[in-house]
């Protein structure tokens, strides 16, 4: 259906169905795939094409206690792993949810055709990855993400779920504390979009791209989800604690923080700063280059910032002493980068790299057991939630929360709106989100362009670019009260200045209007994420603050923000008795057979 209000204004489409779920990666197709086969309408929507999702990028691998290669795993210890690595900032009641469920997110992949590596036997391989007890990360080659995605892109194929990966989704509809769908619009002919929905799932990533130097692509992980479910009344957890992965390249400068695989590492490669030390020495002598991510990180940035880093601002990374052969077999995708980027031959010459924003281990507050936020028939997954990761990700726990609270919520909003038996649609909150749009394009709330194209406009691309500068600058890698508070005040002049950002459409479609509120994401979640920093006075984990350099009990818990309040403290309950003595053991922190996080 169609509708015009004003003369010139784009038509206004009209789209309904019974459950809508915003991002088309891994969790948003988990979730579609389970309502689907529950008989129930979904529409998945997205603003990237859906084969190109950044689940693909997750090279690594899956975890589950399948036991397949050491029979002693269990779900307890993999939750006990889980909760350590988390520095204690998980919530112990989403960690057993995970781990409980693992295994049976394995299996669903596997009916579906997922080509998991296999032992000469027929079993599924699993491999060690940082931090894991046993073996337990099952994997396809380093393209463990790309075939979840292509399995599960083909498995929603089958079921005929309708995906629409044009659509940019600008506001969550609310009326009386409950979700009825969802405003937007299409990317390529730039026409606004209304969609009706008793149940939103809003899997739209994280916040990383809110830095300068990040592992993910230029429109994804703006802080959508952060803003969407804001506004829409729910609550953010843990913005602050954010991965910084320790390999990122420098250049050029369109793929700045594009990831070389921690297996670079793992296959021998070596750190050296600008004198050509192998500073890890200095920080960690016995794991060296195969400590965790957030101890190599804080050693990179370290030299960076004492001064023997690179002109550039990195330090190296070299693999040039080990056999050609070996970098060829073990590490095709850095070799491949690298020449396509850079034309370097890493095996002769070493690679410049910095830390880089990698992943938001905090995102939309939900309860542990359907992933529900608050807000009536409005639900959050995989990155864009919060509760499993805490202060530090245990590697290989992405995928699988994608697949275990994917099932999860597509079956609670099966049941959700099935058991509906009124809605309430609020023309005001449309009005509210057509309007807003309206006045970005330089437009009266009739469609009638009210001034000229220029005036006085600032440009959401280069604001986007002061943010992930200020970002950077007073909230990266080490952080303190007076730089935090320093980013604050920047903040303020920017989202002034965003204030008067008009988004100019040309005959290319409509990214300028998409950066326009991909830029009022990433100034929410930065505002999230300098507040909660300045009130977490403490180092835990990925969190660094250089004048509190200590780990308080006091803080054992999660800092929650809205809007409207600012940071608030949530204690954490202790973990239960199932694995609450395995999580306080003694772990063990070698590295012998082990691969890097």
């Not at 829409?232 to 604690?241: F, N, P, S, T, V």
């Not at 200095?282 to 804080?298: C, F, I, K, N």
């Not at 749009?437 to 000229?452: C, H």
Request: hydrophobic letters at 40%; proline letters at 4%.
């Amino acid at each position: 259906m169609n509708t015009t209000s004003a003369a010139g204004a784009r038509a206004e489409r009209i789209l309904a169905t019974s459950v809508l779920v915003i991002g088309t990666g891994g969790a948003g197709l988990r979730a579609s795939i389970e309502l689907a086969e529950r008989g129930v309408q979904v529409l998945a929507v997205g603003k990237r094409r859906a084969h190109d999702a950044h689940t693909t990028l997750a090279a690594g691998g899956i975890n589950a206690a399948l036991g397949t290669m050491d029979p002693e795993d269990s779900w307890e210890q993999h939750a006990a792993d889980t909760l350590r690595e988390s520095y204690f900032l998980a919530d112990p009641a989403i960690v057993e949810v995970v781990t409980r469920n693992a295994a049976r997110g394995i299996e669903d992949l596997e009916r579906w055709g997922m080509p998991f590596a296999r032992e000469a036997d027929g079993r599924i391989s699993q491999r060690f990855f940082g931090a894991h007890k046993y073996r337990r990360t099952a994997y396809a080659g380093d393209y463990t993400g790309l075939e979840i995605q292509r399995t599960l892109m083909r498995r929603a194929r089958e079921l005929n779920v309708p995906i629409i990966d044009t659509v940019y989704i600008t506001r969550l509809l609310v009326s009386g504390g409950r979700v009825f769908g969802a405003y937007g619009f299409d990317i390529v002919d730039g026409s606004p979009v209304v969609i009706h929905a008793d149940a939103v799932i809003l899997a739209a990533g994280g916040h990383t791209r809110i830095w300068r130097n990040t592992s993910s692509r230029r429109d994804e992980n703006t802080g959508d989800s952060f803003r969407l479910a804001a506004l829409a009344g729910g609550r953010i957890r843990d913005a602050e604690l954010v991965q910084f992965h320790p390999s990122g390249i420098l250049e050029p400068a369109e793929a700045a923080g594009l990831l070389v695989s921690e297996a670079a590492r793992g296959e021998g490669g070596i750190l050296r700063n600008a004198l050509g030390e192998r500073y890890m020495e200095r920080y960690d002598p016995e794991r060296m280059e195969l400590s965790t991510r957030d101890r190599v990180a804080l050693a990179s940035y370290t030299e960076i910032t004492e001064g023997r880093g690179t002109e550039k601002g990195g330090v190296y990374l070299d693999v040039s002493h080990l056999p050609r052969e070996q970098i060829l077999s073990k590490l095709p995708r850095v070799y491949r980068n690298l020449i396509d980027l850079q034309m370097l031959d890493i095996t002769e010459q070493p690679i410049e790299i910095a830390p880089t924003a990698h992943y938001s281990m905090g995102g939309v507050w939900v309860r542990p057991e359907d992933h529900g936020t608050g807000v009536g028939g409005l639900y959050a997954i995989g990155e864009a939630s919060s509760g499993l990761h805490g202060a530090n990700r245990l590697g290989g726990n992405s995928l699988i929360e994608l697949l275990v609270y994917g099932r999860i919520t597509g079956a609670d909003a099966a049941e959700y709106v099935s058991g509906i038996t009124d809605v309430h649609r609020d023309p005001a909150a449309v009005a509210e989100a057509r309007n807003e749009m309206r006045r970005l394009l330089g437009q009266d709330a009739a469609g009638r362009t009210v001034q000229p194209a220029d005036a006085g406009a600032e440009s959401p691309r280069l604001l986007q670019r002061a943010v992930r500068d200020l970002m950077t600058e007073h909230a990266g890698v080490v952080r303190s009260e007076a730089g935090l508070n320093a980013g604050l005040a920047k903040l303020a002049e920017l989202e002034d200045r965003a204030s008067r950002v008009t988004a100019h459409p040309d005959i290319a479609g409509f990214d300028d209007l998409a950066h326009a509120f991909d830029l009022a994401g990433s100034l929410l979640a930065a505002r999230a994420t300098l507040e909660c920093a300045v009130e977490r006075r403490e180092t835990r984990g990925c969190h660094n603050r250089s004048d509190f350099p200590e780990q308080s009990e006091a803080l054992r818990g999660n800092f929650v923000w809205t809007p409207e309040t600012g940071p608030v403290f949530e204690p954490l309950p202790e973990a239960p008795d199932s694995f609450r003595e395995l999580a306080y053991a003694a772990a063990d922190d070698s590295v012998q057979g082990k691969l890097v996080e």
